[in-house]
Every structure is written in structure tokens, then in C-alpha cells.
């Protein structure tokens, strides 16, 4: 399994794309949040990584997303990919969540931009179903996308919130998405060849601090994702996700 790297930043960020990795295994291909923008993201990633890794940062070979939850540095990227494969792919988008991620998804989010299309003649009613085919993320049990099976857990955070640990072929990769910190969450996620963990500001969030207090063996499979643009990468202790970068399992 390889994981790319497309966003690191956190919402506020000036310097790098907002929350956004890529799972791919046997030619699958997985985005795991859909920030605005993104092609650019991929575009992006594309020129970092260069030309062996070009047909998998491409819109067109991306068919399923899996969105985490509704909070726009993981989602305002997927009116435009869900447009992009209605209009230019003529086909729905392949989208996995938690039950109540996809209710806010598109009843207080997407509707409203997407709930109605002019089709040259008149404007026609448009629903969730019309561009997207939607699989549900259990919380109970695994589920299966693609090559991978992948087993979610609420987290601690302002939305309904789903953690990832996403399996393949005997290795795994942890994803926190967006939490304060817990140590139940750590547990859940601790199994993982990779863990992929956020830190940012506030109380819905991960301190930097907190995360310096888990043990060295935890630490050193971490990977820190969605920091400030002031984080220290170059001095931080746990090691920290650069844009571009492709971990290969
Ligand atoms: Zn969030």
C-alpha cells in the first residue's frame, strides 16, 4: 500500500494545501478528505513527486473519497470533484462515510450549491444520489472499500468525526483525522505499522504537548499532519508529513 501526502496544513494555512492523503493498493485508489481546490492539490503533489507517481495523482483515475467530516478544510474540495466527474466523467462519485457525515454532507452543506442544476432549458431539482453512489463507513464493523478494509471510530471533536485504521495486505495505516487528544483513540489506533495524527490550536484539537507524552514506540511510527503553519517540522520531535512525500508499506 502506498500513501501519498497532498495536504498537511491546517484551515488557516498559508502555506500548504489543508488536510488530504491517498491511499492506493492494487491500482485502487483511495482519498481519504477532499480540500478545495482539488486538482491544484494533486497538481501539486504530482510536481513533487514527478512521473512514476503521476497516473495515481490524476482526477480522472480517483473515482472514491472518503470524507471524515464536514469541516471545510476536509470537504470544501468535493461540490467541485463531485461537478467534475457529473459533468466532464458523466459518472457518480464513489463517496464513503459515516452515516452522520454524509446527512450534514449534503442536508446542510451541499444542497444548497448543488441541489439544483439549469440543464438549458429549465432548472431542474438535482439530489445527493445524482452525483454521488455512496457506501457507508460502519462504526460497528469493518467495511471493505476497493482492496482495502478499513474499521472507523468517532473522535473527539466539534462534528461527528471519524478515525480511520486502514488495512491492507497485512499492513495498516492509523489516520486520526481531526480530535482532541485521547488516549482511547491512541489505543485504536496504536496496532498500525503508520499512524497519521493531527495537532493544532484548541480544545477540539491534539497539542503538540500531549503527543510528547505517549511512548517511544507509539512516537516513533507517528506522523504529524494538519499542524500550524508555525509548527517547527525541522525540530519536532515526532516526525512530521511534508506535501509530496509518498510512504510506502
Ligand atoms: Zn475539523
Not at 102 to 112: E, F, G, H, P
Request: hydrophobic share 40%; glycine share 8%.
Amino acid at each position: 500500500m502506498k500513501l501519498y501526502v497532498l495536504g498537511v496544513g491546517d484551515t488557516f494555512t498559508e502555506t500548504h494545501f489543508t488536510h488530504a492523503l491517498l491511499l492506493e493498493a492494487e491500482g485502487f485508489r483511495l482519498a481519504i478528505d477532499c480540500p478545495d481546490s482539488y486538482r491544484r492539490v494533486l497538481r501539486s503533489a504530482r510536481d513533487k513527486t514527478g512521473v512514476a507517481h503521476a497516473g495515481a495523482l490524476d482526477l480522472f483515475a480517483i473515482d472514491d473519497v472518503l470524507v471524515t467530516h464536514v469541516h471545510g478544510d476536509h470537504m470544501n474540495g468535493l461540490e467541485g470533484v463531485g461537478y467534475f466527474k457529473h459533468f466532464a466523467q458523466k459518472k457518480p462519485l464513489n463517496l464513503h462515510t459515516i452515516a452522520p457525515v454524509k446527512d450534514a454532507l449534503w442536508n446542510q452543506r451541499l444542497v444548497a450549491s448543488m441541489g439544483t442544476l439549469w440543464d438549458g432549458h429549465e432548472f431542474r431539482p438535482k439530489s445527493f444520489e445524482d452525483y454521488f453512489a455512496w457506501t457507508e463507513v460502519g462504526l460497528e464493523s469493518a467495511t471493505t472499500i476497493g482492496p482495502f478494509t478499513i474499521r472507523a471510530r468517532l473522535t473527539k471533536h466539534h462534528v461527528p468525526t471519524s478515525a480511520l485504521v486502514v488495512e491492507h495486505a497485512g499492513t495498516s495505516i492509523g489516520i486520526s483525522s481531526d480530535t482532541a487528544f485521547d488516549r482511547e483513540l491512541i489505543d485504536f489506533l496504536a496496532g498500525s505499522d503508520v499512524i497519521v495524527h493531527e495537532t493544532n490550536y484548541g480544545p477540539a484539537h491534539t497539542a503538540y504537548s500531549d503527543l510528547l507524552t505517549l511512548d517511544e514506540g507509539i512516537k516513533s511510527k507517528m506522523r504529524l499532519i494538519h499542524y500550524p503553519d508555525e509548527f517547527d517540522v525541522d525540530a519536532s520531535a515526532i516526525e512530521a508529513l511534508r506535501e509530496g512525500q509518498v510512504i510506502e508499506l
